[in-house]
């Protein structure tokens, strides 16, 4: 197997993990927001439209952030704060005040890993 054949496999890898993570934490989350640039899942946003003479211009401030990138050590993050002039989709995907449906035991089981507690048995 050459070393190109090596980083094509690695990479798929990478991106079928990373499409099990997304499809495993979607339920924990309140917004799908996405731009030009990443796909973001976050439980908090603002998005603030910023007039320009040519174009408008988006500052979206996120808290509780999982972000779509297969080369990061860790996906969720706090915060994180994009400016864009591209085109902006949100998605709503539960009223404020509802629960995830998610727990996290149940989530640990669909990513295919054990919480602390179930290593203490």
């Known amino acids: 197997m050459s070393h190109l054949d090596e980083l094509d496999e690695f990479e798929a890898e990478l991106e079928l993990r990373l499409k099990k993570e997304y499809t495993a934490v979607f339920g924990l989350f309140r917004y799908c927001v996405l731009t030009q640039d990443a796909t973001y899942l976050c439980n908090k946003l603002e998005l603030t439209q910023i007039s320009q003479p040519a174009y408008p211009f988006f500052h979206l401030k996120m808290e509780d952030v999982w972000v779509w990138d297969k080369n990061r050590p860790t996906r969720i993050i706090p ?35 054990s919480t602390s507690s179930d290593d203490d048995i």
Do not use: H, M, N, Q
């Not at 709503?92 to 035991?105: I, K, N, Q, S």
């Open 79 to 113: 915060r994180a704060e994009a400016w864009t002039s591209s085109d902006v989709t949100v998605e709503e995907l539960r009223a404020e005040g509802d629960e995830p449906r998610l727990t996290a035991e149940a989530l640990a089981e669909k990513i295919g890993e």
